[in-house]
């Protein structure tokens, strides 16, 4: 058996998050001795009762007589009474770690009771929770494939860090490591502000004169929404004050956008809600695939499944032959560029062509579908597109990388192009180094692969390439780079390849000259 990772293990704070602490760490003898302490004598018999603890103290001078890590569990606006009376204990080398949900408070608290940031504390914070509390709520595997931010000071000593974060882990937690104030940030956005709104709707709604009718007639919407309004009041209080000025800053920014969305309603602005809406609707299952850094929808395949064909018998039915891929991302970057609205039939809902999608929903284009190979696009102009937030994720598209790097390296705002692990193994320079000859400033990662980083507010140059090989996505990528540099761009190809771009560009009405091999267009 493995020697424990702690000898004596204390925790303050026997409620829901302490109490699963101390049992899990139990459960998993990754310490000798796991002692409590609670200001409730219920939740020090229960914890003991329970074996959430091997015993509790009476006092929390004798509970961290010899402690090596001490879990500071309570409240959030507790932790400075505690921190306090901590830094009048003579605590050794002991570890101090917390479970706060705002970093920035306990940190500011942490340092002025010990007059310094004591350099073996470690601030961490849970991302998991349940609506039950109490120690009788306590669940030693609550942490399992859940996230824990540690947040890990210059001053922190980096033994007291790794030995806390081997504790979490031992919880099969997903631990990771930020800046303070980048987690009070993100945890405002979140977490804080969701439970705000929820507490915030149901009080609103509550205090109607017809309130039953409307709680009586609630979807499931509703109740899955305000789901999280039966969290402990006392707690979220405690929350919102220690971490007020991240919160603060979020609701500003959120009121501003439900601003604009009364003004859209009010104005019967329908493309704005659309925009919305849609922008929406996609941004959960987009967001998962930069995160899990797979491509933009799952391959559709299994190794467990075996065709074998027969001959004999007589086949009859209809077939429907799916959209070209190539086309299908045209018509999006087209259709976005173009005036009004364009409407697309027989979209390939493929990977790479709802890649391109989601890349012009974040330039801020309406689009609506895909739905069974409809999409609507409702065009910005050439000049209408906005600067994403963050970079352009592109999945296992190569097309929409090198067609995008050509249309966005003329564009007034930076931009980053991203994709999962294979795309950023592929070859970007074919397209990168024409491009800068043309004006752009394009940074690429190793050995020319992506990221690509693209600087905005260039002055692109018409110029006339000879491509050294046939390529139909170099070709497209300086004919978008085109639209927009002065003076002509042509482009000779030593081997034919797809026109679908001269022809599609065509078909929006925009000029194309063609001439053998080479293809010619102007700015406008």
Known sequence: MAAPLVGRLVVVGLGLIGGSFAKGLREAKACREVVGFDLNPRSRELAVELGVVDHCAESLEEACRGAEVVQMAVPILAMERLLEQLAGLDLGDAILTDVGSAKGSVVRRAAAAFGRMPDRFVPGHPIAGSEQSGVTAADGSLFRRHKVILTPLAETDPDALELVHRLWATLDAHVEHMDVVRHDEVLAATSHLPHLLAFGLVDSLARRHENLEIFRYAAGGFRDFTRIAGSDPVMWHDIFLANREAVLHTLDDFRADLDELRAAIDQQDGRKLLG??????????????????????????????????????????????????????????????AEGTTEVEGFLEGEDALATIQAFRDMGVVIEGPQQGNVTV???????????????????????????????????????????????????????????????????????????RIKGGQRLSGMHYDMPMASAQVKSCLLLAGLYAQGETSVTEPAPTRDHTERMLRGFGYPVKVDGSTVTVEPG
Do not use: C, W
């Open 276 to 337: 919305v809406f849609t922008r929406a609707q996609a941004a959960r299952e987009h967001f998962s695939k930069i995160l899990a850094r797979r491509a933009y929808v799952d391959v559709m395949h299994s190794k467990d499944l075996i065709f074998i064909a027969q001959p004999g018998g007589h086949l009859k039915g209809r077939l429907r032959v799916p959209g070209d891929k190539s086309i299908s991302h045209r018509s999006i970057m087209l259709g976005s560029l």
């Open 378 to 452: 409702h065009g910005v102009g050439l000049h209408g597109l906005k600067a994403p937030a963050g970079p352009l994720y592109m999945g296992n598209s190569g097309t929409s990388m090198r067609l995008l790097s050509g249309l966005l390296a003329a564009q007034s705002f930076d931009t980053e192009l991203s994709g999962d692990a294979s795309l950023s193994k592929r070859p970007m320079n074919r397209v990168a180094k024409p491009l800068r000859e043309m004006g752009a400033v394009i940074e690429t990662g190793a050995d020319g692969r992506p990221p690509l």
